[in-house]
DNA sequence: CAGATGGTTAACGTCAGCGTTAAATATTGC
DNA sequence: GCAATATTTAACGCTGACGTTAACCATCTG
């Protein structure tokens, strides 16, 4: 149930272009909140909040840079995406099975109308 | 772009979880319009616009059933879900280059501090 | 200390998504 | 032909997401 609750949240942060579009960018270096508002011509509060659903499904972390207290250097988490295609493999994983369901349920539904 | 577009709706379909219970019914069976609509105690016109937003995608595909012409019969569509694992992939391609990254952006960040 | 800088939170308006019921369309079977 | 069945479209209300500006907090710098 927590599990799908967090799909949930992962895929509606997914759904977003600006977010993909982040994690796009984080992909090749870590950024910092107010490159990533430049990048997409935001003001930074929406871009903060969209940083703010990110971490939450745990898909980007923030860390602190030594030099700066003031700067939130954000990068990319491995975990989260290794849960979505665990997801995807559920899923794919019948892909043989459907061609003979098929037939099943033309059976199933024949043999209710001509019982 | 048109890619990055589908990948929106794509995602957006996914991020219900009505949606992804009936893709989760329909890995196991095709099932007509009506079933659907049962199995998540749900009106027939809700249901029938998550299905219209799964065919939109292209993750599902209504097949007519030879019996009775009122019946859909809704089935997976395997396509779609490769795109999404090629976004996937294309993601983690670059896993191995973040600490790198983190470095590098460290040294770019005190140079800027200290010219 | 005063001002500037980096970032987040607060308050507000707008728009799109999801569910419901009522009506429309198409097909079946007596 | 006419009632029943399967599904979709139309119209309505509500809630939540996204963007903006203004205010706030923390930190750095001269």
Same mark, same amino acid.
């Given at each position: 149930m927590g599990a799908a609750r967090r799909l949930d949240d992962t895929f509606a942060a997914l759904a977003d272009p600006t977010r993909r579009? =982040?994690?796009d960018?984080?992909?090749e270096q870590p950024l910092r909140a107010g490159e990533l508002a430049a990048a997409f011509?935001?003001?930074p509060?929406?871009?903060s909040r969209h940083l703010r659903v990110l971490?939450?499904?745990g898909l980007v972390q923030e860390d602190?840079?030594?030099d700066d207290?003031?700067?939130k250097l954000y990068r990319l988490r491995p975990e989260r995406f290794s849960e979505l295609r665990a997801w995807l493999d559920e =899923?794919?994983?019948f892909w043989g099975e459907q061609l003979q369901s098929f037939k099943e349920h033309a059976e199933r539904t024949r043999a209710k109308k001509r019982p």
């Open positions: 579009g =982040v994690i960018l984080l992909r011509d935001m003001s509060p929406a871009m971490r939450k499904t602190a840079v030594e207290a003031r700067v =899923v794919e994983a």
